[in-house]
T-cell receptor, first 117, second 111 residues
Framework: DVKVTQSSRYLVKRTGEKVFLECVQD?????MFWYRQDPGLGLRLIYF???????EKGDIPEGYSVSREKKERFSLVLESASTNQTSMYLC????????????????FGPGTRLTVL | RKEVEQDPGPFNVPEGATVAFNCTYS??????FFWYRQDCRKEPKLLMS???SGNEDGRFTAQLNRASQYISLLIRDSKLSDSATYLC????????????FGDGTTLTVKP
């Protein structure tokens, strides 16, 4: 059974704190993604990675950084948390892009609900 | 204009009803299309891929119209368990299979 796990389900932090969110997948997928999901705004891509040590900005990278030192692990860092970063954070992984539509399926972790006070 | 647009609903239907959702996309280079289902406070999960010829999986039928750039999802004989948010997802021909998600359509099936 495919599995994407995230380090925390719920997290409460204070403004200005550094926040680490970790994601691990056991499917040997090349691609990994970090999204945030907010009511009325849907899922928005923060960063993604298509290989170890590679990263690409998504649609809303400001205020975030990522690292991918190992294939199975993709970490999201909020350098200085702010209240507008209160959100549900979802990690996902997918196999390498190919002509097969089912190779683009993304598998999601359970999410981390982050509250910044 | 959003890259992927869906009618947010909510759609409230009785059990047994047939309901259809549409989704339009703006990037003509889009390659892969999916419908995901997201239950309340859970992560999205793939419901079905959408193929050019259209495809069916039990009570669910997905269709793609490349010329008009929209995809649809038809649910027949709705069940209470179909209540969820349905996300339209479009993947462009770029690295990493970067996908764009619609905001979702909420369906509530009532007894």
């Amino acid at each position: 059974d495919v599995k994407v796990t995230q380090s925390s389900r719920y997290l409460v932090k204070r403004t200005g704190e550094k926040v680490f969110l970790e994601c691990v997948q056991d499917m040997d997928h090349e691609n990994m993604f970090w999204y945030r999901q907010d009511p009325g705004l849907g899922l928005r891509l923060i960063y993604f990675s298509y290989d170890v040590k590679m990263k690409e900005k998504g649609d809303i990278p400001e205020g975030y950084s990522v690292s991918r030192e190992k294939k199975e692990r993709f970490s999201l860092v909020l350098e200085s948390a702010s209240t507008n970063q209160t959100s549900m954070y979802l990690c996902a992984s997918s196999p390498t892009t190919s002509g097969r539509a089912d190779h683009n399926e993304q598998f999601f972790g359970p999410g981390t609900r982050l509250t910044v006070l | 204009r959003k890259e992927v647009e869906q009618d947010p609903g909510p759609f409230n239907v009785p059990e047994g009803a047939t309901v259809a959702f549409n989704c339009t996309y703006s990037n003509s280079a889009s390659q892969s299309f999916f419908w995901y289902r997201q239950d309340c406070r859970k992560e999205p999960k793939l419901l079905m891929s959408v193929y050019s010829s259209g495809n069916e999986d039990g009570r669910f039928t997905a269709q793609l119209n490349r010329a008009s750039q929209y995809i649809s999802l038809l649910i027949r004989d709705s069940k209470l368990s179909d209540s969820a948010t349905y996300l339209c997802v479009v993947t462009a021909i770029t690295n990493a299979g970067k996908s764009t998600f619609g905001d979702g359509t909420t369906l509530t099936v009532k007894p």
